[in-house]
C-alpha cells in the first residue's frame, strides 16, 4: 500500500507519499492521508496536490477539518480516474 499525507505548520502545508504508514503515523500522530494500492497512482495524486491546482483546492477549503477534505480529494480522484478524465488520467 502507499500514502499520500497532508501536513501542516501554520500556514504552511507539506504533501507527501510514502509506504511506510506506522512510520508516518508515529512520526505525525494522524495526519489525514490517502491509501493507494498502486506506487504511481499514488505519486500521481501527489503530484496533483502539489500543482497550483492542487494546491488553490486545498487552500479554498481550509475551513473544512483536513481528514474530512482527505476523503472528498480521494473520492474525487478515483472518480476522474475511473472516467478517464484527461487532466488526472494515470499514466500507463
Avoid: W
Avoid at 15 to 38: E, K, M, R, V, W
Avoid at 69 to 91: C, D, F, I, M, T
Amino acid at each position: 500500500m502507499y500514502y499520500v499525507y497532508l501536513l501542516t505548520d501554520g500556514a504552511e502545508t507539506r504533501i507527501g507519499c510514502t509506504n511506510d504508514l506506522a512510520s508516518l503515523l508515529h512520526d505525525y500522530g494522524q495526519p489525514p492521508y490517502f491509501t493507494f494500492s498502486n506506487r504511481e497512482t499514488a505519486s500521481n495524486f501527489a503530484k496533483y496536490l502539489k500543482s497550483p491546482s492542487g494546491r488553490a483546492f486545498i487552500k479554498s477549503h481550509e475551513f473544512i477539518d483536513l481528514y474530512l477534505l482527505a476523503n472528498a480529494l480521494q473520492y474525487a480522484y478515483e472518480k476522474s480516474v475511473s472516467h478517464g478524465h484527461p487532466r488526472v488520467r494515470e499514466a500507463s
